[in-house]
């Protein structure tokens, strides 16, 4: 298996919702990823997972909670989200670096995310 | 701080004819440069990263560290190159791989 698999593929929810966007993959990777990507935008860093752990957080607002229970899953929890936080919100996996190298990030298709 | 430039929001070229996306970049350190691409509708997906100086789909790209570029190049642009190319940037020394993006670039090729 070499994709990334991200549930669901959109995603409608009010603002006192709570919802989760679920990531898997089956690679072996190590490191995983949220990004969030406005339209026509790149997509921006949210947060990165080493060895299961939270090792990078953007300054992200607490709202949007990630959790990564094993080595090929991880979630983004959410909660009383805004308009704003509309996107398309992508997981990707890599190898962690090691010694200096960067890993090649594989990306998932993404949950669209529309907060009313 | 790690920075990516592509200079050019959208391209737009002829079928068979060269093409060259820009991307300019600034970091202190050693990056790696990568090139993602992502067509209408599907997943971003690597399309060439510096370290493996491979030829992928035609596009070639030469990491100038003395001009600080990783410009993407095709001799010989096809319809179905037409997506939104990404030139992205990974330098912090983390254990998991930090990529800046560029803005993008939108190349359509014209028939």
């Known amino acids: 298996d070499t994709e990334v698999t991200q549930t669901p593929k959109h995603l409608v929810m009010g603002m006192t919702n709570k919802k989760s966007l679920k990531c898997e993959q089956h690679?072996?990777?190590?490191?995983m990823y949220w990004y969030k990507q406005k339209a026509k935008k790149p997509p921006e860093l949210m947060f990165v997972?080493?060895?299961?752990?939270?090792?990078i957080n953007e300054s992200v607002p607490s709202r949007f909670s990630p959790e990564c229970p094993n080595s090929s899953l991880l979630n983004l929890h959410l909660h009383a989200l805004q308009p704003e936080d509309s996107a398309l919100y992508l997981c990707a996996s890599s190898h962690p670096a090691v010694g200096g190298r960067k890993e090649t990030q594989y990306f998932g298709p993404g949950t669209r995310l529309l907060v009313l | 701080a790690q920075r990516v430039t592509q200079p050019e929001k959208l391209l737009s070229v002829f079928k068979g004819a060269p093409v060259e996306l820009k991307c300019n970049y600034s970091?202190?350190?050693?990056?790696?440069l990568f090139w993602y691409v992502q067509y209408s509708r599907q997943r971003l997906q690597l399309l060439l990263r510096h370290i493996s100086r491979e030829s992928i789909k035609g596009f070639t790209a030469d990491l100038n560290k003395g001009e600080t570029s990783f410009h993407l190049k095709k001799p010989f642009a096809q319809e179905e190159d037409s997506a939104m190319y990404y030139c992205a940037l990974s330098g912090r020394e983390t254990s998991g791989s930090r990529l800046t993006f560029g803005e993008g670039t939108q190349l359509t090729v014209n028939p």
């Open positions: 970091y202190s350190g050693s990056p790696e």
């Open positions: 997972y080493s060895y299961e752990k939270l090792s």
């Open positions: 690679m072996g990777h190590r490191a």
